[in-house]
């Protein structure tokens, strides 16, 4: 059953069930994993990314209703993050010990796609404006280091190939938290730089799908890889580009959008036994199934695609969107905070530890549904930087 106050359940069970699960007493750094069991997982590696997740999670909860315990537990993330994650120069480690001690010494463009993210909610919640100098050293790097002659960014600092659409579209999501964090439209036409590789060179225009994998020059990698179409990322696009619409009052990036979703619905969409609509985690260009599984993470993308076509005056979005926090509820997320990540292609959860990183995907797709079924407003011309 999905909960009457979606914000309350986030701020009153769900955050409070993993600031005592994630934030481990005496031991720096986030847990990662949870067993299949419900106990910690016992591996001494921190990551970039989760820790990055994990300060947008509590300093987004933090927003939603004030609260020291996610404030110290953003703050113990931020902690750690810039003294062990970090290295020089706008470089993060991909994966420490608790010790700092590097597991990992690679800098990972999806990785830091997520440290302007944290950065950017985590100035929000504190005030710290300090912070945002991390950020410009992040950002400076990537310019000097990762930056592509044919478009957008490498991978990483050690050349890995192929090239992905997912890291790009995340900056998407950093840029637009820190251009509303700081009013800096700086920020907006980084974002407009990413929106504009994906208009000119990921979409595939003949399906209006979206690849995943690339070469160097963002042509698609050879083979199955360079087939595959994940329904969520198409679904997260929808969200991100109805979003930088509303920031930047473009509205040329609608049409993208409307393709994405139409393809997202016609192709990655399938039925529970029990009638409970499903993303599915991998389809073809035609539309035929690589995967009939169904993982947590492109549900929410569900939900916060349905969020905002309702918020842009799309009605028929409100039946799929309470039908998809339906499916949600229902089949993988308990009422204490616990939940499932993938589902079978018959409806059955299939077994595996938690990554604790998809805590992240959760808190912002219920707090953008509660934030758009509290509203019901169609968008309009509210200036560049809407209050929202």
Sequence with gaps: MVPADLRGWIVQTLVPHWIERAVEPGRPGYLEYVTADGRPDGR????????????????????????????????????????????QDGTFRHSVRSDGSPVDGRTDLYDLAFVLFGIA??????????????????????????????????????????????????????FHALAETTRDERWLDRAKSIVELLQGRLLDRQTGSLGEFFTTDWS???????????????????????????????????????????????????????????????????????????????????????????????????????????????HYVSLTGDWYNQLSATGEPVPGELPVRVLYHLVLALAEADRVLRERSVIVERGRFPVS
């Design 44 to 87: 001494d590696v921190k990551t970039t990314l989760v820790t990055a997740r994990l300060i947008y999670v509590f300093s987004h909860a933090h927003m939603l209703a004030p609260s020291n315990a996610c404030l110290d537990a953003a703050r113990d993330g931020m902690e750690f993050l810039l003294a062990h994650c970090r290295g």
């Design 121 to 174: 909610w985590y100035v929000r919640a504190t005030g710290d404006t300090a912070r945002l100098a991390v950020a410009e050293q992040v950002l400076d790097f990537m310019d000097r280091r990762l930056a592509s002659p044919a478009g957008g960014f490498v991978e990483d600092s050690i050349g890995t190939v192929p090239r992905r659409q997912n890291p790009h579209m995340h900056l998407v999501e950093a």
């Design 220 to 330: 698609p990698w050879p083979g199955e890889q360079g087939l595959l179409r994940e329904p969520g990322h198409h679904l997260e696009w929808v969200w991100l580009l109805l979003h930088h619409a509303r920031l930047s009052g473009d509205r040329t990036v609608l049409e993208t959008a409307d393709r994405l979703y139409r393809f997202a619905r016609r192709a990655g969409i399938a039925l529970l036994p029990d009638g409970s609509p499903v993303v599915l985690d991998g389809v073809r260009p035609d539309g035929s199934p690589v995967a009939g599984t169904g993982l947590l993470w492109p549900q929410t993308e569900a939900v916060k695609a349905y969020a905002a076509r309702l918020e842009f005056g799309d009605d028929q979005a409100e039946e799929p969107l309470r039908a998809h926090l339906g499916t949600i509820f229902s």
